[in-house]
Nanobody, 119 residues
Framework: QVQLQESGPGLVKPSQTLSLTCTVS??????????WSWIRQPPGKGLEWMGA???????RYSPSLKGRSSISRDTSKNQFTLQLSSVTPEDTAMYYC???????????RGQGTQVTVAS
């Protein structure tokens, strides 16, 4: 059974770069043609897809983030990482990592990690 676990700082200052890691167990991030996504949910709002890395290693990003996001992976640790630069308080949200057959389908999701952007 595949499980995902997010980790990262709970508090980030404005203008800094947020870095979150998703550790995957029960399955490899390099096999079976899955998309490994980052999604977030700001307070009082819906889920927003941020970007994904495919099992092949290719990446896709949401245009709404205007080039601030970067997703990479460490196959030796079975982890993938999100970096979001120049954060503002509007980036405050619950952040999730997820797996799906497409970038808009998240069949398996982690429990999420709260990130607050504040000085």
């Amino acid at each position: 059974q595949v499980q995902l676990q997010e980790s990262g700082p709970g508090l980030v200052k404005p203008s800094q770069t947020l870095s979150l890691t998703c550790t995957v167990s029960g399955g490899s991030i390099t096999t079976n043609y899955y998309y490994w996504s980052w999604i977030r949910q700001p307070p009082g709002k819906g889920l927003e897809w941020m970007g994904a890395i495919h099992s092949s290693g290719s990446t896709r990003y949401s245009p709404s983030l205007k080039g601030r996001s970067s997703i990479s992976r460490d196959t030796s640790k079975n982890q993938f990482t999100l970096q979001l630069s120049s954060v503002t308080p509007e980036d405050t949200a619950m952040y999730y990592c997820a797996r799906g057959r497409t970038t808009i389908e998240w069949a398996i999701r982690g429990q999420g990690t709260q990130v607050t952007v504040a000085s």
